[in-house]
């Protein structure tokens, strides 16, 4: 799957002018450490083709502060230092 993102955002952003976006269907649960890496994988494959990012969590952020859940800011913290340390720079 990874490999249709990639090459369909390729082939869009050095032909149009239009922005895509990249809308990820992920396997794991949304409380899980897999959809993060799932997550990684797709938004790498995705920006480095050209494709744009837009994605949606309720069930991970208190929907009336839009601010992540506690569980769920400290699982993306371990997950992005993991693959920071895999050599991947994060501008935040």
Known sequence: MLWLVSVTHQAVSRNSRILT?????LNAGSDTEMVLYEA?????????????????AQECYNVRTARPLPWYLDMYKKVKDE???????FLY
């Open 40 to 56: 990684a994988a797709h938004g790498l494959a995705s920006v480095v083709s050209g494709g744009d990012l837009w994605e949606t």
């Open 21 to 25: 976006t990249s809308n990820g269907f």
């Open 83 to 89: 693959v920071a340390a895999m050599g991947v720079a």
